[in-house]
């Protein structure tokens, strides 16, 4: 897929993309870029966000990079104030930084890991939301998109930081959407599903003999190739984000939806 053929529907729109190193967000971040967005890119590894960088300025794109961990407020404030430095405005915040850790049992985790998983899937998009609404309440147009997961109905053993957090998220998601009702600010989730990026390995290098927890589910889709493509998960987001969504807001998405997924691919040849 080129800049062509995905067309430039967000030329000169801002989009600031958490946890856009690797994966899914660096994919998203790249065709955000393709499709015109000038890019704020965010992680905790500036190693990783500079080289997405570099990439969507030798594509002729415009990014950014500026290093964050989402769960503290201070640091998002830098971040947005490099973003208004830059560009001077903000169109679309994708929340996609996420922790899975810890995998364990509830009896025998570490409370200090356990809140810091909710910090970071749930406090930090709203740490980023905070900081970006008034800049989107001002303009009135901003798009927020928060990226969820299965696991947020829960009865995962050993996943219950990861599985409150992302629960958590959606709730988070429609009642901001509520309260932007008629701002021109809209608000939804994404679960993309079982994706093949960095955080599946780590899943799948896990030991847990001798545990109740049982991870042979995200093996068994891995050796049956069925994990999905970030370049998939990419799109669905530019769908949500772009012109396609302008009339969506306060919705769970899933890339487990066929009749959603072929109105993506239709739009987002």
């Known amino acids: 897929m080129n800049a062509k053929s995905i067309g430039k529907k967000l030329q000169g729109q801002v989009a600031l993309v958490t946890g856009s190193g690797r994966g899914i967000g660096a994919a998203a971040a790249e065709l955000l870029a393709q499709a015109g967005a000038s890019l704020v ?39 947005i104030e490099a973003a208004l430095t830059q560009y001077d405005r903000m169109d679309i915040l994708v929340n996609n930084a996420a922790l ?10 570490d409370p200090d ?59 988070f998601t429609r009642s901001l959407a509520a309260e932007m009702a008629g701002t021109g600010v809209m608000v939804n989730g994404l679960n993309p599903g079982t994706v093949d990026t960095e955080m599946q390995a780590d899943l799948r290098s896990v030991d847990t003999e001798g545990t109740k927890i049982d991870l042979s589910y ?8 069925k994990l999905g493509l970030s370049s998939d998960t990419a799109k669905q987001i530019y ?31």
């Open 41 to 79: 890119l965010t992680a905790r590894s500036e190693d990783e966000i500079d080289a997405v960088a570099k990439r969507i300025r030798k594509a002729g794109g415009k990014a950014i990079a500026v290093p964050c961990d989402v769960s503290d407020f201070g640091q998002i404030e830098e971040v």
């Open 100 to 109: 899975v850790w810890p995998l364990e049992e509830v009896a025998e985790s």
């Open 113 to 171: 890991e356990w809140a810091y998983n909710i910090h970071v899937n749930l406090v930090g998009p709203y740490n980023l939301a905070r900081n970006v609404l008034p800049l989107m309440l001002d303009q009135g147009y901003g798009r927020i998109l928060n990226i969820t997961s299965g696991a947020a109905k829960g009865g995962f053993v050993g996943m219950s930081a990861y599985s409150a957090a992302k629960a958590g998220l959606d709730a």
């Open 218 to 225: 995200f093996h068994t889709a891995y050796e049956s190739g």
């Open 239 to 269: 769908w949500l984000v772009g012109p396609w969504g302008r009339n969506e807001t306060g919705k769970i998405f899933s890339a487990g939806d066929p009749e959603w997924r072929a109105q993506v691919e239709r739009d987002v040849a």
